[in-house]
């Protein structure tokens, strides 16, 4: 069969069976916030990759087809892959740079309540206190426990003040928290 009746539907799958470009879509009619530290990491792994790593790759993906035989070649298959991959990442993050909306915490007025780029403390029914950081959908990470500001928790905890019962909405049903703390960035 010749290559003049390849599917192209099925050439497009084999190229992008590494994923989609958006992981972490935005829920629909919402901004994009994020906070001034979130879109300089972001403009800053664009600028790596575009700089750095993306030109690299693009020569050894030149070197490994010029050695002949592509279809065996490691090389040159996973190099080919690898650009994939890194144009996916250059594609999301250009996307999400440009729809941006920055939200500076420190510049926050009312300090009393939570918003966007408060860190809060609560205590949860069995007594547990944790503390969490809403930021942008693109920032979050459960290890230092920063939440994005469209998670459950985050929207049970938005326009909280200290000592509000707030009530989030869990796999095992409503579980009430006490805000027993909120913070912001100092200004300036």
Do not use: C
Not at 44 to 64: D, G, M, N, S, Y
Not at 129 to 142: K, S
Not at 143 to 151: C, I, K, L, N, Q
Request: net charge negative.
């Amino acid at each position: 069969m010749s290559k003049a009746w390849v599917n192209e539907n099925a050439r497009e799958t084999a190229d992008d069976d590494d994923g989609p470009d958006d992981p972490r879509p935005l829920p629909p009619g919402t901004k994009n916030h994020i906070t001034p530290q979130g879109f300089h990491r972001m403009q800053q792994e664009q600028q790596q990759l575009l700089r750095v790593e993306r030109p690299k790759v693009v020569e050894i993906v030149h070197w490994a087809a010029g050695n002949g035989d592509r279809s065996e070649n490691g090389d040159y298959i996973y190099g080919k892959k690898r650009l994939r991959e890194i144009d996916r990442r250059l594609r999301f993050l250009s996307k999400r740079l440009e729809i941006a909306n920055i939200v500076d915490p420190a510049q926050q007025k009312h300090r009393d309540q939570v918003f966007f780029g408060a860190t809060v403390t609560y205590a949860r029914e069995d007594g547990a206190e944790n503390t969490v950081t809403i930021v942008g959908v693109d920032e979050t990470d459960m290890a230092p426990g920063r939440v994005s500001w469209v998670s459950p928790i985050a929207r049970a905890l938005l326009k909280g003040r200290e000592g509000d019962l707030v009530t989030v909405r869990t796999p095992t049903g409503p579980e009430e928290l006490e805000i027993l703390s909120i913070r912001y960035p100092p200004p300036g």
